[in-house]
């Protein structure tokens, strides 16, 4: 059995994974973690900060924070030689760089969406993008989210970028030469790969692939209506991750 402990656990994520994976034979659930003490332990303990734990009773350290949580727990997880899963989305490049630094210490798994048909989403995303002519992404989110876009959408920016170029096509050209507002066309995010968000209250985390080529259009449409839908990809990369340092970018891998 696993000991694991959240960090953020107060959040939203934290607290649906504080009782997803706490109801989970394979984990025990010895800390929640955050600045804010959480509505519900879920029969874990509160700390203000991962210095108030005896890293000897860690196994693994979830972390759906902040960036700066993230840099926090990556240096405790450095140093104590503790895996880490990190869901939090938003770093800048010093951040990860921080991230890359602690798996050279530990094993870290960092991966942008930990649902299931996220994956396969961009995975189906990155097959059909050799075969059509032009793609945009629309993501949609809850209306308190701060980054934008998506961490989601940004690697499914680069999936399709990568499956294109792969097989000889060119990056994408817009076609708007006069754009009325600034920022009606999105985020070219890469190789003219174009991103548009949407907050909404009401929304969890959904996104759309719109393919188009001559006389033919295919959607691939994901939605994540509950938080629960991430507890499955963290619980596999929770399992899958010890103290062997190594970065898993993404938990594609971890579904063959
Ligand atoms: P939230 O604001 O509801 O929760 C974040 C929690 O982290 C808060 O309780 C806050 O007090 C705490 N926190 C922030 N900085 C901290 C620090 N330095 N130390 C300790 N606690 C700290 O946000 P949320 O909706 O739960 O999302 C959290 C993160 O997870 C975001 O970055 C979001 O984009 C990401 N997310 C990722 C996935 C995924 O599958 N990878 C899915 C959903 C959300």
Request: net charge negative; aromatic share 6%.
């Amino acid at each position: 059995m696993k000991s694991l402990v959240i960090v953020g656990g107060a959040g939203r994520m934290g607290q649906a994974l504080g009782e997803g994976l706490g109801a989970l034979d394979q984990f025990s659930l010895l800390a929640l973690v955050d600045e804010h003490e959480p509505r519900e332990l879920f029969g874990a303990s509160y700390a203000s900060s991962l210095d108030d734990l005896d890293p000897q009773k860690v196994d693994v350290v979830i972390d759906f924070s902040s960036p700066e949580g993230v840099v926090s727990s990556a240096n405790w997880c450095g140093e104590h030689g503790v895996a880490l899963v990190i869901g939090t989305t938003g770093l800048s490049k010093e951040q990860r760089r921080v991230v890359e630094e602690a798996a050279t210490r530990t094993g870290v798994v960092m991966a942008a969406n930990f649902s299931i048909g996220a994956v396969l989403s961009e995975r189906f995303a990155g097959m059909a993008a050799p075969y059509f002519e032009r793609v945009e992404i629309v993501e949609l989110h809850h209306d308190r989210k701060v980054d934008a876009p998506s961490g989601t959408s940004i690697a499914t920016a680069w999936t399709i970028a990568n499956a294109r170029k792969s097989s000889g096509l060119a990056p994408l050209s817009d076609p708007t030469t006069r754009p009325t507002f600034e920022g009606a066309r999105g985020a070219d995010v890469v190789d003219g790969v174009r991103v548009h968000s949407v907050r909404l209250p009401g929304l969890v985390a959904h996104q759309e692939i719109l393919f188009g080529s001559a006389g033919e259009g295919l959607t691939i449409r994901h939605d994540s209506f509950d938080r629960q839908s991430f507890v499955h990809g963290v619980a596999l990369a929770a399992l899958a991750i010890d103290a062997t340092p190594q970065l898993l970018d993404g938990i594609a891998s971890l579904i063959p």
